[in-house]
Nanobody, 124 residues
């Protein structure tokens, strides 16, 4: 089993910054990719940014130039630095990880995990 623990959400004024963290722990063999999603009230969950083990990153058009995703592979942690925040960035942010985990008897299995979510509120 693998656990994802998020931190760093909160309330900030428009134009401000926040940094989210998500640490993965448990029976991890390899992390294939980590990502941040968000879900605003009444809207579908959407991809904000992702980062593969090869170093490739991808961003939603709405956050390009303002948000930066980064990883500390030694700590199995992904970060989301959010600058120039706007009220429309208000949402619950979820960490997502595509992981190969140990499954016993020397085998591994691939699973996708989600964090519990952290609220980000941007006031105008």
């Amino acid at each position: 089993q693998v656990q994802l623990v998020e931190s760093g959400g909160g309330l900030v004024q428009a134009g401000g910054s926040l940094r989210l963290s998500c640490a993965a722990s448990g029976s991890i063999h390899r992390i294939i990719a980590m990502a941040w999603y968000r879900q605003a009230p009444g809207k579908q969950r959407e991809l904000v940014a992702d980062s593969t083990s090869g170093g490739t990153t991808n961003y939603a058009d709405s956050v390009k130039g303002r948000f930066t995703i980064s990883r500390d592979n030694a700590k199995n942690t992904v970060y989301l630095q959010m600058n120039s925040l706007k009220p429309e960035d208000t949402a619950v942010y979820y960490c997502n990880a595509d992981i190969e985990e140990f499954a016993g008897w020397g085998s591994t299995t691939r699973r996708v995990y989600w964090g519990q979510g952290t609220q980000v509120t941007v006031s105008s």
